[in-house]
């Protein structure tokens, strides 16, 4: 078998990752939220939700499903409209927000995230971001041959699923850093509403886009 043909592939799918998870979109946009309003342990269970979430868009991708999608607008639309809703409701919760305070261990007061919610806020965020649903329906149907074998594209899966908890877990381990959230939340309520704001805004931009 000759496996300089994967080699390539995977070199294609590992650069697309690498700028794709540089981007700035909604998950990272989330993960400023529970970094910096939740602290470490929140944010870290929010990007092991992300990469799971990518999951679903590895599955639906290796089964075949992710080509009928490409090819219904009705099914894609639903999928934009959905991942829009979301992203929506979790900046309306931002607006919500009452601010924020600390106590002198730097751990928010009165406020709890479950490792569950944490958990599955990260996951609905990549499983309904259309912009993901388009990155792997590119990867699978264009970059990766129909001829490549199915463990073979489930090993790229799970790169991809690992590339992205490594990433956010790094950067929740900047972003929750005590000075930071410290520094974030000086500007009170102000922090809730811009990022409220950013992803409302997201929401709104994912449900016009064609």
């Known amino acids: 078998m000759d496996y300089s043909l994967y ?3 995977f070199l294609i799918l590992a650069s697309a990752m690498f700028f794709a998870l540089l981007s700035p979109g909604p998950d990272f946009a989330m993960i ?5 309003s939740y602290g ?13 979430g990518i999951s679903v868009h590895i599955v639906y991708s290796i089964l075949g499903i992710g080509l009928i999608i490409s090819k219904s ?3 894609f639309n639903i999928i934009k409209y959905l991942g ?5 409701y979790l900046g309306y919760q931002s607006l ?17 995230i479950s490792d569950l919610k944490s958990f599955s806020t990260g996951f609905l965020c ?34 991809c699923i ?14 929750s850093h005590n000075k930071v959230r410290t520094f974030l939340n000086s500007f009170g309520k102000w922090f809730d509403r811009v990022v409220g704001t950013v992803l409302i805004t997201l929401g709104i931009k994912v449900a016009l886009s064609k």
């Open 96 to 112: 919500k927000s009452k601010g924020i305070k600390f106590e002198s261990n730097g751990e928010k007061e009165n406020e709890n």
């Open 7 to 9: 080699l390539h592939e």
């Open 73 to 75: 607008i009705i099914l």
């Open 126 to 159: 990549n499983a309904l971001n259309p912009k993901a649903t388009l990155f792997f329906l590119s990867m699978f149907t264009v970059v990766i041959s129909i001829d490549t074998p199915l463990y073979i594209q489930s090993l790229y899966g799970v790169f």
């Open 162 to 175: 690992l590339a992205t908890m490594v990433w956010f877990v790094g950067v929740s381990f900047v972003l």
């Open 40 to 52: 470490k342990r929140a944010s870290i269970f929010a990007s092991i939700g992300i990469g799971c």
């Open 84 to 88: 829009a809703i979301y992203l929506i």
């Open 32 to 36: 400023l939220k529970q970094s910096v």
